[in-house]
T-cell receptor, first 109, second 117 residues
Framework: RKEVEQDPGPFNVPEGATVAFNCTYS??????FFWYRQDCRKEPKLLMS???SGNEDGRFTAQLNRASQYISLLIRDSKLSDSATYLC??????????FGTGTRLLVSP | SQTIHQWPATLVQPVGSPLSLECTVE??????LYWYRQAAGRGLQLLFY??????ISSEVPQNLSASRPQDRQFILSSKKLLLSDSGFYLC????????????????FGSGTRLTVV
């Protein structure tokens, strides 16, 4: 089983739509969770951390379900500029992060 | 503020040639440093990480090596490149916290796109 699994997509949505991505992780001892965004041929950039109680940053909401080892990202009112690959990230031990292969989002006019 | 620099941005090298990619971090001390590779259409693979000068942990056995000669400098090298070494190489740093760098998230450099021909 992969350490972090994501649906590769692509998710094709119109502007203004709400879209959700899911991610599962295998290590029940993981403590830190993140969503990164990667634009084509660019480096990944931290989008948001994921906290146990769930957290929101503008149009983005992240949720964590430790019992099911499941992380989600919800994007409301999608913009064209949201088109990118979204990487689910989980810590492995104290020093390392494991990255999922990403979910591709395409927002169309 | 902290910044991370990585160069060159692109590189085309023949098979069998040596490689040296450099990464430096500014505005922080004793960072945790990482080298990742992303092959075309694939996820990020951790190659090496370092928690201090001269301390290198290797994640994947291969013909690459890493060194950390200074606190904020991380170098990725190869003596002889293979075709399979092609990819997008990313350096990253995280703060040295009591709980460990993996718990704080990483900041990536802009990457080096390496093509071995």
């Amino acid at each position: 089983r992969k350490e972090v699994e994501q649906d590769p997509g692509p998710f094709n949505v119109p502007e203004g739509a709400t879209v959700a991505f899911n991610c599962t992780y295998s290590n029940s001892a993981s403590q830190s969770f993140f969503w990164y965004r990667q634009d084509c041929r660019k480096e990944p950039k931290l989008l948001m951390s994921v906290y146990s109680s769930g957290n929101e940053d503008g149009r983005f909401t992240a949720q964590l379900n430790r019992a099911s080892q499941y992380i989600s990202l919800l994007i409301r009112d999608s913009k064209l500029s949201d088109s990118a690959t979204y990487l689910c990230v989980v810590n492995k031990g104290f020093q390392k992060l494991v990255f999922g292969t990403g979910t591709r989002l395409l927002v169309s006019p | 503020s902290q910044t991370i620099h990585q160069w060159p941005a692109t590189l085309v090298q023949p098979v069998g040639s040596p490689l040296s990619l450099e990464c430096t971090v500014e505005g922080t001390s004793n960072p945790n440093l990482y080298w990742y590779r992303q092959a075309a259409g694939r996820g990020l693979q951790l190659l090496f990480y370092s928690v201090g000068i001269g301390q290198i942990s290797s994640e994947v056995p291969q013909n690459l090596s890493a060194s950390r000669p200074q606190d904020r400098q991380f170098i990725l090298s190869s003596k002889k490149l293979l075709l399979s070494d092609s990819g997008f190489y990313l350096c990253a740093w995280s703060a040295d916290t009591p709980l460990g760098g993996g718990l704080a998230g990483y900041t990536f450099g802009s990457g080096t796109r390496l093509t071995v021909v």
